[in-house]
């Protein structure tokens, strides 16, 4: 497992996106890249930037196609982009770092990773907490607090609409959902 942490805007999103990819294991999102406050949060985020932390598979996916994805998503930073939501990407090792300098990817903050702070619980897997709360096909939020973290992952990235319903149909956790649950996921998928 390698572990990779990336800045894209609003942390919702990428969460979702990313999640949603063959590979990827776990998700989450949190606050990086800055210095003050100590501990920051969504209501006191100080420079810290919305960030997505992503445990990856290098078997499945590589770094390097991490980083293609980013360049697809990301809004390139200006002068009046607000640190919360500047695009950046905090490399890990050197290997990272020399993948991310021959990437090019113009317009965004390049930084050594230091340290990643955990958003607040109401922040992580947005879309399957939205889907609980709009529907009871999902049971209730107490019924998922222990599931598998890598279900809860890319369940909560197809029920955002990323992904197929070709790989939804192969993905193997499928089965631990209830027909009408796989119904209600392949109606939120491209084709």
């Given at each position: 497992m390698e572990r990779a942490t990336f800045s894209l805007g609003c942390f919702w999103d990428p969460d979702a996106r990313f999640g949603s990819l063959d590979g990827v294991?776990?998700?989450?999102?949190?606050?990086?890249?800055?210095?003050?406050?100590?501990?920051?949060?969504?209501?006191?985020?100080?420079?810290?930037?919305?960030?997505?932390?992503?445990?990856?598979?290098?078997?499945?996916?590589?770094?390097?196609?991490?980083?293609?994805?980013?360049?697809?998503?990301?809004?390139?930073?200006?002068?009046?982009?607000?640190?919360?939501?500047?695009?950046?990407?905090?490399?890990?090792?050197?290997n990272q770092r020399q993948q991310v300098d021959e990437m090019k990817i113009e317009s965004v903050r390049v930084d050594m990773f230091h340290k990643f702070f955990e958003a607040e619980g109401h922040h992580q897997k947005y879309n399957l907490k939205r889907t609980l709360m709009q529907t009871e096909i999902f049971g209730k939020k107490e019924e998922w607090e222990n599931r598998?973290?890598?279900?809860?992952?890319?369940i909560n990235g197809f029920l955002a609409g990323y992904g197929s319903n070709e790989q939804f149909r192969q993905w193997d956790k499928r089965r631990e959902l209830t027909i009408e649950q796989q119904n209600y996921i392949k109606d939120r998928l491209r084709k």
């Open positions: 294991l776990v998700t989450r999102v949190g606050y990086c890249g800055g210095t003050h406050p100590a501990t920051p949060t969504y209501r006191t985020i100080g420079d810290y930037t919305e960030s997505v932390q992503i445990d990856f598979d290098p078997t499945q996916i590589s770094f390097a196609q991490l980083l293609t994805y980013v360049n697809q998503w990301y809004t390139p930073n200006t002068l009046k982009t607000r640190s919360q939501y500047a695009a950046a990407i905090f490399y890990h090792n050197e598998d973290e890598q279900m809860i992952t890319k």
